[in-house]
């Protein structure tokens, strides 16, 4: 299923909506703007559903983000440590299931994968608008696992463009 992820221009935090490939709303994020200690974002279903909650977490080596579901931890998104061969991010889920993203993280034209199977693509390519991009996602695979680690991947990379903008 190809959806299309767009921050949303005036809102305080970090605000998305992301719509299914006939255009039609299937998600939205809700960035908690005043928080004080760390970011917080609201991941909810076209109803307003929350499915997802994801936080910062405090204390790591590299920017980290869990992505809860029912109170539980999920995932948790990591930018990897920077080494000479790769930059990516590890999506860590409970069990052998973990995602890797890697291609060009800041231009919006990278890849999920488990193991040598591609799960996502993430790519601008097809949108001249600089805070929209597509979302591929495999037949099968969790769409708000991956749209919620898009979101993520996002923040880490765009720091400065997400800062404090006035609500319309």
Known sequence: ?????????????????????????????????FTLLREKLAFLDAKKNEVAFIREKLIALTPSF??????????VVKKDLINLFRVGFTVDVPGPDDLEATGSLLDHE???????????????????FTDTYGVDVAAGEDAVLVLASTVVIDMICHPDEKKLKPKA
């Open 110 to 128: 990278y890849t999920f994968r488990r193991g040598s199977k591609v799960v996502a693509e993430v790519s601008k390519k097809w949108f001249s």
């Open 66 to 75: 869990e992505i809860l579901r029912n109170g539980e931890v999920a995932a």
């Open 1 to 33: 299923m190809k959806y299309i992820v767009k921050q949303k221009l005036f809102s305080f935090g970090d605000d998305f909506a992301i719509k299914d490939e006939n255009g039609n709303e299937a998600f939205s994020v809700d960035g908690k703007a």
